[in-house]
């Protein structure tokens, strides 16, 4: 390979892996409120309750 096809691999890598890293810490300190065991729970559920929506007649979801 070419030294200019090297830079440029490198480059490339460079710029893959960074965003990766730079992702990870951006969702590390901001983390997504919408992510997680709590995100399926009903929205009038109390905090803590657990409890998630009751559903109809064959899983499908109620009313």
Do not use: K, N
């Not at 990766?20 to 951006?26: E, F, G, Q, T, Y």
């Amino acid at each position: 390979m070419s030294a200019g096809a090297v830079i440029m691999m490198i480059v490339s890598i460079g710029l893959v892996w960074g965003g990766l890293i730079a992702a990870i810490i951006l969702l590390r300190r901001h983390p997504d409120p919408g992510s997680g065991p709590e995100a399926d729970l009903h929205p009038d559920a109390p905090p803590g309750s657990g409890s998630r929506p009751a559903d109809g007649p064959a899983g499908r979801p109620g009313p």
